[in-house]
């Protein structure tokens, strides 16, 4: 019975041990970014005083989810690639690349709004996918490291998107802003402010909230589906942890690293999307990249869960739109804020690990505890089949 | 015995007196007591997880005890670290060995401890000088300039032991000495402690095969739970006096044996071969047939290809040539998965390098090699975590696996606990072929009872059984039929029910042939 009582207890104990990290993490970051600016001359408490409230207004809160969006796809993607062990450092080839792709196809095609704007993601997904499915290919087939691979299609895809948009629209007039031809109202992602306005007071300063923050949603839903609850997303989990007794088990190794790839690629995809289809209309010089790095950063943050990624996204978002009031006021340099998150993520990685060998050394006290338990009692009574209703859900 | 028991009247070599050692939640060492005499072999046996390395750990430094007293020869000590142990003359030989392979025999003896001459040089000739006396006085025969690389497990175990005598050990403790050891290196192992016993060197032994223990120790202390539950001298003892103090009730005793073969071929293999992972063909030819309701034994010194065997029948290796046919049909062009739809289970030989998840909670250990059917998912699709949960609830009932509940990490489980998972995840899915490779490897006589007693179960209701082991009573036990594995050939066929261990021994060190081919020229 003692067995059956200590079995309660991690639940909320992991709930615990598994905010702690995050919790952690942000107020050690905090701590060395105050010494950081403390020796620069500057006065910690001010700043981050004019951070938070100006980083709450309302049209602040929307630049955020939009910073964030881009960076949770491509954190998703990122995590794909991290639950079998396989580092898909070429997100950010795959999302430059299928930006580009995807606007010039949107540029081209009347359709139907619905459509069209499927179409246009769909060109990106696949892009994206084809791209990481090169170094998936070459990893089965001639056993090149991912890391390598990716790092060298990033280059190439740079280079390709230079070419394209200065070969392929070559366009007589003199301005250095090259861009691909502007995408027709129906290939346009409609904005949500409507529906934000319902709850809150109108949306200012020209602020738009982009309406590609659904499909990140969607995506992290189906990444969480697709991890814990279906078969495929098992053997990918089991490759990672332990890619032997995944292959004893049936999983074919060479399968998984290509299924892996094409999905991690395809989410990729997605990335640039929501400024091309939301912001800008085209692909031009403006657009941001980067953001396939700061995936691997957000990923790493979010332990690769989506929820945890989610927060990390919003983190690294609010960050980065709370960082220029910095130098509006002259309180701070704004680059501050990759210190900070330069620590955050150091600070993530020490704290998981610390966490993790906690819970270990828990589950291995309650399990030993079972044992010397069901010990001073015949076996058969110890082990009873009492059906319990436990519905937690799969980490 | 080497020497009189006469001399427990004088002051014992060591003394541990009401050793209490506390893990948060768990009592590892209950005020445990042991004396031992100056000179003798001690063994100390016990169940997994009853205690013996943690005691063993606070005997030579690792841990501090958390109550209780440690007296050598008299004078009580306090061990901070292994080098405390060690200037105290108590030295530790590891059950894993911690060689540098790419160093000779020499280098690793002296490695940490190196005499040094002029200028800081190590002086080698005075470092083989003294190793060399070591071993010629110990008659521990070793190769001192030999790459340890080359060396095989019995050869490394005595370089073990001579590092440990090279820095001035007089107490020797030996971590499940022979685990890694066939038979005839047991024998030599043996050989060598009574020479050391005879020059003085005291010997904490620990071990959980009883009849090893009682042919080598001089006393015997059991540890059941954490407490010290007996300590007896090996002629006042049965084998089965020792399991039943050492498990705390009595064992089930084998059934009589009588055949259950059926007609119906399982497993055919036929003139198979493979080729390991540097190219080598290290599987030659192989045929067998295993039928149902039949325990077929291959029997084998590890690395004989046994490996590349289960593998290439698993589909994880492709075979070089030949066929495997399961119940009548050809499988060898199916995929793992194929194969494990199709009713093999699988016991690895090593279940954490290809049976675990060792970071995953116990539910999808359970359903590792079983996910794609009900009731881990449905449609061999959608996971069902709470159909599944259930599933093991029931397995680890049925199999008495010692767990606080489906969602603890694999890793938490003590390793017989792990095996009784493994094992009861394979058997709850009613498999037709069930391939075990080394079932009861490192786990105690209780859960070691508890898995023979499944097999010969399930053998009874059909199940077709590959059993490839290196354990000998294990083999002649459990098998209908025994087959010998030899560098890649099957070698011999056996009868279980007249073969002994000692012939079967011979058979897989490539004793007996030898002696055959000589016989026959």
């Given at each position: 019975?003692?067995?059956?009582?200590?079995?309660?207890?991690?639940?909320?104990?992991?709930?615990?041990?598994?905010?702690?990290?995050?919790?952690?993490?942000?107020?050690?970051?905090?701590?060395?970014?105050?010494?950081?600016?403390?020796?620069?001359?500057?006065?910690?408490?001010?700043?981050?005083?004019?951070?938070?409230?100006?980083?709450?207004?309302?049209?602040?809160?929307?630049?955020?989810?939009?910073?964030?969006?881009?960076?949770?796809?491509?954190?998703?993607?990122?995590?794909?690639?991290?639950?079998?062990?396989?580092?898909?450092?070429?997100?950010?080839?795959?999302?430059?690349?299928?930006?580009?792709?995807?606007?010039?196809?949107?540029?081209?095609?009347?359709?139907?709004?619905?459509?069209?704007?499927?179409?246009?993601?769909?060109?990106?997904?696949?892009?994206?996918?084809?791209?990481?499915?090169?170094?998936?290919?070459?990893?089965?087939?001639?056993?090149?490291?991912?890391?390598?691979?990716?790092?060298?299609?990033?280059?190439?895809?740079?280079?390709?998107?230079?070419?394209?948009?200065?070969?392929?629209?070559?366009?007589?007039?003199?301005?250095?802003?090259?861009?691909?031809?502007?995408?027709?109202?129906?290939?346009?992602?409609?904005?949500?402010?409507?529906?934000?306005?319902?709850?809150?007071?109108?949306?200012?300063?020209?602020?738009?909230?982009?309406?590609?923050?659904?499909?990140?949603?969607?995506?992290?839903?189906?990444?969480?589906?697709?991890?814990?609850?279906?078969?495929?997303?098992?053997?990918?989990?089991?490759?990672?942890?332990?890619?032997?007794?995944?292959?004893?088990?049936?999983?074919?190794?060479?399968?998984?690293?290509?299924?892996?790839?094409?999905?991690?690629?395809?989410?990729?995809?997605?990335?640039?999307?929501?400024?091309?289809?939301?912001?800008?209309?085209?692909?031009?010089?403006?657009?941001?990249?980067?953001?396939?790095?700061?995936?691997?950063?957000?990923?790493?943050?979010?332990?690769?869960?989506?929820?945890?990624?989610?927060?990390?996204?919003?983190?690294?978002?609010?960050?980065?739109?709370?960082?220029?009031?910095?130098?509006?006021?002259?309180?701070?340099?704004?680059?501050?804020?990759?210190i900070m998150k330069g620590i955050i993520i150091f600070a993530a990685v020490i704290t998981y690990v610390v966490v993790q060998r906690r819970r270990?050394?828990?589950?291995?006290?309650?399990?030993?505890?079972?044992?010397?338990?069901?010990?001073?009692?015949?076996?058969?009574?110890?082990?009873?089949?009492?059906?319990?209703?436990?519905?937690?859900?799969?980490? | 015995?080497?020497?009189?028991?006469?001399?427990?009247?004088?002051?014992?070599?060591?003394?541990?007196?009401?050793?209490?050692?506390?893990?948060?939640?768990?009592?590892?060492?209950?005020?445990?007591?042991?004396?031992?005499?100056?000179?003798?072999?001690?063994?100390?046996?016990?169940?997994?997880?009853?205690?013996?390395?943690?005691?063993?750990?606070?005997?030579?430094?690792?841990?501090?005890?958390?109550?209780?007293?440690?007296?050598?020869?008299?004078?009580?000590?306090?061990?901070?670290?292994?080098?405390?142990?060690?200037?105290?003359?108590?030295?530790?030989?590891?059950?894993?060995?911690?060689?540098?392979?790419?160093?000779?025999?020499?280098?690793?003896?002296?490695?940490?401890?190196?005499?040094?001459?002029?200028?800081?040089?190590?002086?080698?000739?005075?470092?083989?000088?003294?190793?060399?006396?070591?071993?010629?006085?110990?008659?521990?025969?070793?190769?001192?300039?030999?790459?340890?690389?080359?060396?095989?497990?019995?050869?490394?175990?005595?370089?073990?032991?001579?590092?440990?005598?090279?820095?001035?050990?007089?107490?020797?403790?030996?971590?499940?000495?022979?685990?890694?050891?066939?038979?005839?290196?047991?024998?030599?192992?043996?050989?060598?402690?009574?020479?050391?016993?005879?020059?003085?060197?005291?010997?904490?032994?620990?071990?959980?095969?009883?009849?090893?223990?009682?042919?080598?120790?001089?006393t015997i202390t059991v540890l059941r739970a954490g407490r010290t539950v007996a300590t007896v001298k090996p002629d006042e003892v049965s084998p089965?006096?020792?399991?039943?103090?050492?498990?705390?009730?009595?064992?089930?005793?084998?059934?009589?044996?009588?055949?259950?073969?059926?007609?119906?071929?399982?497993?055919?293999?036929?003139?198979?071969?493979?080729?390991?992972?540097?190219?080598?063909?290290?599987?030659?030819?192989?045929?067998?047939?295993?039928?149902?309701?039949?325990?077929?034994?291959?029997?084998?010194?590890?690395?004989?290809?046994?490996?590349?065997?289960?593998?290439?029948?698993?589909?994880?290796?492709?075979?070089?040539?030949?066929?495997?046919?399961?119940?009548?049909?050809?499988?060898?062009?199916?995929?793992?998965?194929?194969?494990?739809?199709?009713?093999?289970?699988?016991?690895?030989?090593?279940?954490?390098?290809?049976?675990?998840?060792?970071?995953?909670?116990?539910?999808?250990?359970?359903?590792?090699?079983?996910?794609?059917?009900?009731?881990?998912?449905?449609?061999?699709?959608?996971?069902?975590?709470?159909?599944?949960?259930?599933?093991?609830?029931?397995?680890?009932?049925?199999?008495?696996?010692?767990?606080?509940?489906?969602?603890?990490?694999?890793?938490?489980?003590?390793?017989?606990?792990?095996?009784?998972?493994?094992?009861?995840?394979?058997?709850?899915?009613?498999?037709?072929?069930?391939?075990?490779?080394?079932?009861?490897?490192?786990?105690?006589?209780?859960?070691?009872?508890?898995?023979?007693?499944?097999?010969?179960?399930?053998?009874?209701?059909?199940?077709?059984?590959?059993?490839?082991?290196?354990?000998?009573?294990?083999?002649?036990?459990?098998?209908?039929?025994?087959?010998?594995?030899?560098?890649?050939?099957?070698?011999?066929?056996?009868?279980?029910?007249?073969?002994?261990?000692?012939?079967?021994?011979?058979?897989?060190?490539?004793?007996?042939?030898?002696?055959?081919?000589?016989?026959?020229?």
């Amino acid at each position: 019975m003692n067995a059956r009582s200590s079995h309660r207890l991690p639940a909320h104990r992991r709930l615990t041990l598994a905010l702690a990290a995050p919790v952690a993490a942000l107020i050690l970051s905090l701590a060395v970014a105050s010494i950081a600016l403390v020796l620069s001359g500057s006065n910690p408490f001010p700043a981050y005083g004019r951070m938070f409230s100006y980083g709450f207004e309302l049209e602040t809160l929307v630049d955020m989810v939009n910073r964030a969006t881009p960076l949770y796809l491509s954190a998703v993607a990122v995590a794909i690639g991290f639950r079998m062990n396989l580092f898909n450092i070429g997100v950010e080839g795959q999302y430059i690349l299928a930006s580009i792709i995807a606007a010039q196809v949107a540029a081209e095609l009347s359709l139907p709004a619905p459509l069209h704007l499927t179409v246009i993601i769909l060109v990106g997904m696949a892009t994206g996918s084809v791209w990481a499915l090169i170094a998936g290919v070459l990893k089965v087939t001639r056993g090149i490291h991912e890391v390598i691979s990716t790092i060298m299609l990033n280059a190439i895809s740079i280079s390709l998107v230079v070419a394209m948009l200065f070969r392929q629209w070559d366009v007589p007039d003199e301005s250095l802003n090259q861009e691909t031809a502007e995408i027709p109202p129906s290939g346009r992602m409609p904005d949500l402010n409507g529906f934000v306005e319902l709850f809150t007071r109108e949306i200012g300063k020209g602020r738009v909230l982009w309406g590609f923050v659904i499909v990140a949603i969607i995506i992290g839903i189906l990444y969480w589906i697709y991890v814990a609850r279906t078969r495929p997303g098992y053997d990918l989990r089991a490759s990672g942890i332990n890619p032997l007794a995944a292959e004893a088990s049936g999983v074919s190794p060479k399968r998984t690293i290509i299924v892996a790839m094409a999905l991690s690629g395809a989410v990729g995809g997605l990335v640039g999307l929501p400024e091309v289809l939301g912001r800008d209309y085209a692909y031009g010089l403006q657009f941001t990249q980067n953001l396939g790095f700061a995936g691997i950063a957000v990923a790493l943050l979010g332990q690769n869960h989506p929820g945890g990624i989610a927060i990390g996204a919003l983190v690294f978002g609010f960050l980065d739109s709370a960082a220029p009031i910095l130098d509006v006021h002259g309180d701070a340099p704004q680059e501050i804020v990759e210190i900070m998150k330069g620590i955050i993520i150091f600070a993530a990685v020490i704290t998981y690990v610390v966490v993790q060998r906690r819970r270990q050394d828990e589950e291995a006290r309650a399990a030993s505890l079972a044992m010397a338990s069901s010990d001073s009692e015949p076996p058969p009574e110890t082990t009873s089949n009492t059906p319990e209703s436990d519905t937690r859900p799969a980490t | 015995m080497p020497q009189e028991v006469g001399r427990n009247a004088m002051t014992p070599a060591l003394s541990l007196e009401n050793i209490t050692k506390r893990f948060p939640g768990v009592l590892a060492n209950d005020r445990v007591n042991l004396t031992v005499a100056e000179g003798e072999i001690h063994a100390i046996c016990g169940e997994n997880g009853a205690g013996k390395s943690t005691l063993m750990n606070v005997l030579y430094g690792m841990l501090p005890a958390d109550e209780g007293r440690i007296v050598v020869r008299g004078d009580e000590v306090h061990f901070r670290s292994p080098r405390d142990a060690l200037a105290a003359g108590i030295g530790m030989v590891h059950q894993h060995f911690m060689l540098a392979d790419n160093l000779t025999v020499l280098e690793n003896i002296i490695l940490g401890a190196e005499p040094t001459g002029r200028g800081g040089r190590i002086d080698f000739a005075d470092a083989r000088r003294r190793v060399a006396e070591l071993s010629d006085a110990y008659g521990l025969d070793v190769h001192l300039d030999e790459p340890v690389e080359n060396l095989g497990v019995g050869e490394r175990q005595r370089v073990e032991i001579i590092k440990v005598l090279y820095r001035g050990a007089r107490i020797l403790i030996l971590d499940e000495p022979t685990s890694v050891l066939v038979p005839h290196e047991v024998e030599e192992l043996f050989r060598n402690m009574r020479d050391m016993c005879a020059r003085g060197e005291t010997i904490v032994f620990i071990d959980h095969k009883l009849d090893e223990v009682l042919e080598i120790a001089d006393t015997i202390t059991v540890l059941r739970a954490g407490r010290t539950v007996a300590t007896v001298k090996p002629d006042e003892v049965s084998p089965r006096d020792l399991a039943e103090l050492m498990v705390g009730s009595e064992l089930p005793t084998p059934e009589a044996r009588t055949t259950t073969a059926q007609e119906t071929v399982s497993l055919e293999v036929q003139d198979l071969s493979v080729l390991d992972d540097d190219e080598r063909e290290v599987v030659k030819g192989i045929s067998l047939e295993v039928r149902r309701g039949e325990i077929v034994g291959m029997a084998g010194v590890e690395g004989n290809g046994q490996v590349e065997f289960v593998e290439a029948l698993l589909g994880i290796r492709e075979p070089l040539q030949g066929r495997v046919l399961l119940e009548g049909a050809d499988i060898n062009e199916w995929t793992v998965r194929q194969r494990r739809e199709a009713g093999i289970g699988y016991i690895p030989e090593d279940r954490h390098r290809r049976g675990l998840l060792l970071p995953a909670p116990l539910w999808e250990n359970a359903m590792c090699g079983h996910q794609g059917k009900e009731p881990y998912s449905r449609r061999g699709f959608w996971l069902t975590p709470k159909a599944a949960r259930e599933r093991t609830r029931e397995l680890i009932a049925a199999f008495d696996v010692r767990t606080p509940g489906p969602d603890v990490a694999a890793h938490a489980l003590s390793g017989g606990n792990q095996q009784k998972l493994i094992i009861g995840r394979e058997m709850i899915m009613t498999p037709n072929l069930l391939i075990a490779a080394h079932p009861t490897r490192g786990i105690d006589v209780g859960a070691q009872a508890a898995v023979w007693e499944t097999l010969h179960r399930a053998r009874e209701q059909g199940l077709a059984v590959l059993l490839v082991s290196a354990d000998l009573d294990e083999l002649i036990g459990l098998s209908d039929r025994l087959l010998v594995i030899f560098r890649g050939r099957i070698s011999a066929a056996l009868d279980p029910a007249t073969v002994t261990p000692r012939e079967l021994g011979a058979h897989m060190t490539g004793a007996a042939g030898e002696v055959e081919e000589m016989q026959h020229a």
